[in-house]
T-cell receptor
Framework: AQTVTQSQPEMSVQEAETVTLSCTYD???????LFWYKQPPSRQMILVIR??????QNATENRFSVNFQKAAKSFSLKISDSQLGDTAMYFC??????????FGQGTRLTINP | KAGVTQTPRYLIKTRGQQVTLSCSPI?????VSWYQQTPGQGLQFLFE???????NKGNFPGRFSGRQFSNSRSEMNVSTLELGDSALYLC??????????????FGAGSRLTVL
């Protein structure tokens, strides 16, 4: 079974700083998808970014980018120029094809003014 | 385009009762998944429905059940509630069951408290 591990339960940075959230996963599959979801205090989960394992290029969405290291089974999220609205729980998730998403335990990120 | 709508948003039940939660997916989305979120266990997959059929099921007891209607709306039911069932229940929809359509859009959740 696939597992996803987020080793940082909580992180806190100052506004405008860059922060990196870590995620590792365990799988024997070669084709899969990785996701970062954000859950603000309002509770609605929002997709931040998706990475397809067969793509070498790291996915980027505005201030959010990932560092995907397939051999190391690592998938970190970098948030540049952090904003107060980035305060949220961040979940890393794995999916094999169209199968269910397996989530990590989450990282609570606080952006301080 | 309306998002994923879950009702009710909050509810309080007592042990032994049953509860039904509802989820209306995004228009055009035919797959609906349910997740349970608790501080201790995190996000755990309950089940997924597509075209009124359960396609995947997580490791939950039979007290947890669900169904999907012809308009893709879904309900989940928990019978004989236990204190440990207190959780945020999240519904998510996606267009289908192919790899390219595996992005889930979540609702705001239903917060269940069991006393």
């Amino acid at each position: 079974a696939q597992t996803v591990t987020q080793s940082q339960p909580e992180m806190s940075v100052q506004e405008a700083e860059t922060v990196t959230l870590s995620c590792t996963y365990d799988t024997s599959e070669s084709n899969y998808y990785l996701f970062w979801y954000k859950q603000p205090p309002s509770r609605q989960m929002i997709l931040v970014i998706r990475q397809e394992a067969y793509k070498q290029q790291n996915a980027t969405e505005n201030r959010f980018s990932v560092n995907f290291q397939k051999a190391a089974k690592s998938f970190s999220l970098k948030i540049s120029d952090s904003q107060l609205g980035d305060t949220a729980m961040y979940f890393c998730a794995f999916a094999r094809g169209a199968q269910k998403l397996v989530f990590g335990q989450g990282t609570r990120l606080t952006i301080n003014p | 385009k309306a998002g994923v709508t879950q009702t009710p948003r909050y509810l309080i039940k007592t042990r032994g009762q049953q509860v039904t939660l509802s989820c209306s997916p995004i228009s055009g989305h035919r797959s609906v998944s349910w997740y349970q979120q608790t501080p201790g266990q995190g996000l755990q997959f309950l089940f997924e429905y597509f075209s009124e059929t359960q396609r995947n099921k997580g490791n939950f007891p039979g007290r947890f059940s669900g169904r999907q209607f012809s308009n893709s709306r879904s309900e989940m039911n928990v019978s004989t509630l236990e204190l440990g069932d207190s959780a945020l229940y999240l519904c998510a929809s996606r267009t289908g069951l192919v790899s390219g359509a595996n992005v889930l859009t979540f609702g705001a959740g239903s917060r269940l408290t069991v006393l």
